[in-house]
């Protein structure tokens, strides 16, 4: 099956931004549904960002307006550019694909926010 290899994370103090990136391989992108999930220690796994090609675009209310979802189809990346970090938005951060064929799961990368 396909695999994603996350890259990005890394400690940030608040305000700052960092950007995300989600490679994809053994599959396309194009029309795949690609989610940006959560999870910190001790807490629920949160969606934080979904797409699909350019529609159907969805964003937790909470990184509305600071988040940004897209997809690279030549370089099969999907990002997630985030800015004006918050403490709670602290976590390990996965993606997710989903097409025809199966389902996809990256390692994880740590976003840590911290003064």
């Known amino acids: 099956q396909g695999q994603l290899v996350e890259s990005g994370g890394d400690l940030v103090q608040p305000g700052g931004s960092l950007t995300l990136s989600c490679k994809a391989s053994?599959?396309?992108?194009?029309?795949?549904?690609i989610t940006w999930i959560r999870q910190a220690p001790g807490k629920e796994r949160e969606l934080v960002a979904r797409?699909?090609?350019?529609?159907?675009?969805f964003y937790e209310d909470s990184v509305k307006g600071r988040f940004t979802i897209s997809g690279d189809f030549v370089k099969h990346t999907v990002t997630l550019q985030m800015n004006n970090l918050k403490f709670e938005d602290t976590s390990v951060y996965y993606c997710?694909?989903?097409?025809?064929?199966?389902?996809?799961w990256g390692q994880g990368t740590q976003v840590t926010v911290s003064s």
């Open positions: 997710h694909a989903q097409d025809a064929n199966g389902h996809y």
């Open positions: 053994g599959f396309t992108l194009d029309d795949t549904a």
């Open positions: 797409t699909q090609g350019s529609a159907n675009t």
